[in-house]
């Protein structure tokens, strides 16, 4: 009787052993720190760049929000300078003022009363030997007849603009400096491009209705 009791008694200790272990276990697992959020989501433009560490920018309109990124490598000069008047807040309010069907939409410098805003900084050289092509959706500095006059103003390429590109170094071969491309958003170009319009202030091919960029800045 008494080896029956002892066998039970066994049989209860060690039962009770395996569920305090299990316990412990399932405790020690729960407890155990979760993996850093977000670790394994994809970065927001991952395989949309050229280069990862490219910067980005978006340009919010009253049409629909483009976003841009920048090619820092090849067009160095450029692109500090286009950031520098975007995080400087210029661009905020101003237009695309200038709007060609089958070439081209071109901002940064005029308000919407067509008033042309004085530029932050001192004119840039042209980066137009830089290899980039003015192909469809690319962003490029817009300048007058002196290949080293561009500021603030870009332009996006509609089309595969070819003769814009860098020819020679000269007055008339310079060429436009390609700075960056859309990644995002070129059907709200496309819209910008078909818009109609009209003479005003005496500057030509300017919207009916305004194309404003409400904000600019830059996401990375």
């Known amino acids: 009787m008494l080896t029956s009791i002892a066998k039970f008694c066994r049989i209860v200790f060690t039962s009770l052993l395996f569920t305090l272990v299990c316990n412990s276990a399932v405790a020690a697992t729960t407890q155990q720190p979760s993996p850093e959020s977000g670790s394994n989501e994809p970065a927001p433009f991952a395989g949309l760049l050229k280069r990862a560490s490219n ?10 929000d483009i976003v841009v990124e920048l090619f820092e490598e090849e067009a160095p000069q450029s692109v500090r300078n286009f950031l520098y008047y975007v995080n400087s807040g210029y661009y905020t309010d101003t237009i695309f003022h200038r709007v060609i069907p089958d070439f081209m939409i071109q901002g940064g410098g005029f308000t919407e009363s067509m008033q042309k805003k004085a530029g932050l900084a001192d004119t840039i050289e042209n980066e137009a030997d830089n290899g980039l092509k003015n192909e469809r959706g690319t962003l490029a500095m817009a300048r007058t007849q002196d290949p080293h006059s561009a500021t603030s103003q870009f332009f996006i390429n509609a089309k595969d603009n070819d003769f814009l590109d860098f020819k ?3 007055r008339s071969g310079w060429g436009y400096a390609v700075f960056g491309r859309v ?3 070129m059907d709200i170009v496309e819209a910008i491009e078909n818009s109609t319009t009209t003479t005003k202030s005496g500057y030509q091919n300017v919207p009916r209705q305004v194309v ?6 830059q996401l990375q």
């Open 55 to 64: 910067p980005v920018v978006s340009l919010s309109t009253n049409r629909g």
């Open 168 to 170: 020679a170094k000269s």
């Open 183 to 185: 990644i995002q958003g």
């Open 212 to 217: 404003i960029m409400q904000g600019v800045s």
